[in-house]
């Protein structure tokens, strides 16, 4: 403990934890879906120029601002610009973790289901209409998801009660690994369906004249939302890390990792779309729909579904503690509440709002604003525009505002070495002029 705050006890507990925040239903779940909708390799070439362009410098800027104030979002701009309107970005922060932990609990849900229904070998349904069929009744049936939502918001809780050093940083240490293993065996197997080299054409060849303007922002918004990007969780989780952490290392190592489970979730789930004859732009559901026939072609599948979703609810619960942990943080340094009234408060705005969003696959299917439902309008919403809108805040203020010697502390850690010196300048560079004026120019594209 330093100055009375919890810190991260080790270097591999610091890695393991901002990974464990991004790495989630973003890489595995969202970023397949989204590939499919927005048509395959040139999503995913977008994307990956979002996330070293724009995502690295900003995961920077926000690490440089979480460890030299070590506080929450709010107060850090109190700190490093008092009286100044940058402080906006912290608002901007706690909506958008409000938002994405609301439906991101329902998707979290439905992993939780998926690991009931493996136990009961998915009641010895194994076509791929009839895993449809299921999947639609489920989500449609307004009672079931809703509770499978609230126990997931229930487990998230009990983690949040015991604190960020016991809690969070033991569960990542473990998880992250197991995860990656257990990725890197399906895709091996996916390799082995008949229709592979068409689900990797279609993930890896990219197609020009797919690029339209709403693409383009779905890549931005998916390389924002899979690196925890633009809502201060870098930066409340950066508060917690000790003066050895190595910033732009662990910002490297953290877009790299992050996007390599993504490309394997694509590297499983498209060889088995194409295979299976389902539909690459079936969106939310689509890993939902997809991953199941892809366990029922495996020896001893059961195992495998149920390893995978454990997994995968595991790794959800990684990152909804860290939008979670935006707020508590928020709470109990701004607003002096304790860190069990503070959890009481930030759970149950999520389980209302979470709800809500889990009926809107049934009864509230009707309720549309701007065209979407609740759980798409909250996803739109916080990923495309205010992720962006936060992103493009934070790179101006690091880029324009800050103090160059604070920069250059927090970033080169004492180090004199020429090339890392560079690379400063390199990340300074990109926050001053490329990433607000790209973020910039898809907003004016999108709207065009
Ligand atoms: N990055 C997480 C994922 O990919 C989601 C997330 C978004 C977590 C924003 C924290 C803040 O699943």
Redo the contacts with the bound molecule.
């Keep these: 403990m330093e100055n009375g705050r919890a810190q991260f006890s080790t270097k591999l507990g610091v890695v393991a934890v901002t990974v464990g925040?991004?790495?989630?239903?973003?890489?595995i779940w969202?970023f397949p879906f989204e590939a499919g909708i927005h048509g395959g390799g040139a999503f995913l070439l977008l994307n990956l120029f979002f996330v070293f362009v724009i995502g690295v410098p900003v995961i920077c800027a926000e690490f440089i601002i979480g460890r030299h104030t070590g506080s929450n979002v709010r107060t850090a701009f109190r700190k490093v610009a008092p009286g100044k309107a940058w402080g906006v970005v912290g608002f901007i922060g706690l909506l958008?973790?409000i938002l994405?932990i609301s439906f991101?609990s329902v998707v979290a849900g439905w992993t939780m289901e998926y690991i009931y229904q493996s136990f009961t070998g998915f009641s010895g349904v194994h076509s791929v209409e009839g895993l449809h069929d299921r999947f639609d009744a489920f989500a449609a049936s307004n009672w079931r998801p809703a509770m499978w939502t609230v126990l997931f918001l229930l487990c998230n809780y009990v983690i949040l009660v015991r604190g960020v050093e016991k809690g969070i940083e033991k569960m990542s240490n473990i998880l992250m690994p197991l995860l990656f293993l257990i990725l890197i065996i399906f895709a091996v197997h996916s390799l082995t369906l008949p229709a592979a080299s068409e689900g990797l054409e279609f993930l890896f060849n990219p197609d020009f004249s797919k690029i339209t303007p709403r693409v383009v922002l779905g890549a931005m918004g998916q390389a924002f939302?899979?690196?925890?990007?633009g809502?201060g969780?870098l930066i409340t989780y950066s508060s917690y890390f000790t003066r050895k952490t190595g910033l732009m290392k662990t910002a490297f190592l953290t877009a790299g990792l992050?996007t390599l489970v993504a490309v394997l979730a694509g590297v499983i789930i498209f060889p088995a779309v194409f295979s299976f004859g389902q539909e690459p732009a079936a969106g939310p559901k689509l890993v939902f729909e997809v991953l199941p026939s892809v366990f029922a072609n495996l020896p001893g599948s059961m195992f495998w579904s149920a390893a995978f979703f454990v997994l995968l609810f595991l790794?959800?619960l990684t990152?909804?503690i860290?939008?979670s942990e935006i707020q508590i943080a928020y709470f109990m340094e701004e607003r002096n509440m304790r860190r069990s009234g503070a959890t009481n408060l930030s759970v149950l705005i999520a389980m209302v709002l979470g709800v809500g969003c889990a009926l809107s696959f049934g009864c509230l299917g009707n309720l549309k604003i701007g065209g979407m439902t609740l759980f798409n309008l909250f996803d739109y919403v916080s990923s495309n525009i205010l992720?962006p809108v936060g992103g493009f805040l934070l790179s101006l203020f690091v880029g324009w505002s800050l103090k160059r010697s604070i920069i250059v502390k927090e970033l080169l850690n004492g180090s004199d070495s020429r090339w890392q010196r560079r690379l400063v300048g390199g990340i300074v560079f990109c926050l001053r002029f490329i990433a607000p004026v790209c973020i910039l120019a898809v907003f004016v594209y999108g709207l065009l």
């Design positions: 925040s991004a790495v989630g239903l973003g890489n969202r958008a973790s994405i991101y939302f899979s690196l925890s990007l809502l969780c992050d790794a959800s990152s909804t860290s939008m992720l």
